[in-house]
């Protein structure tokens, strides 16, 4: 399974199928991986925008802040 994280500098929209195809993205095996490199894509200044896996998962920006904000929480109540 390979998971896809897309990002973006800060005021980046959403991604269109078009723009998709024509940009980078760092490549997991993992979806715990990909949201790893996705919190540290908004720690370094960037946004991630999309996380896509082969098996169907699609998440965009306000999915991927809900579950980085899950994570946070969980961190933060050890």
Do not use: N
Request: charged share 30%; proline share 4%; net charge negative.
């Amino acid at each position: 399974m390979q998971y896809r994280v897309y990002s973006g500098p800060k005021g980046s929209g959403e991604i269109s199928p078009i723009a998709k195809e024509r940009m980078l993205f760092k490549e997991f095996a993992a979806l715990d991986d990909a949201l790893s490199w996705a919190r540290h894509v908004e720690q370094g200044g960037r946004v991630p925008l999309l996380v896509e896996g082969d098996d169907g998962t699609q998440m965009d920006r306000r999915a991927i802040a809900d579950a980085l904000g899950v994570g946070q929480r969980e961190q933060v109540g050890r």
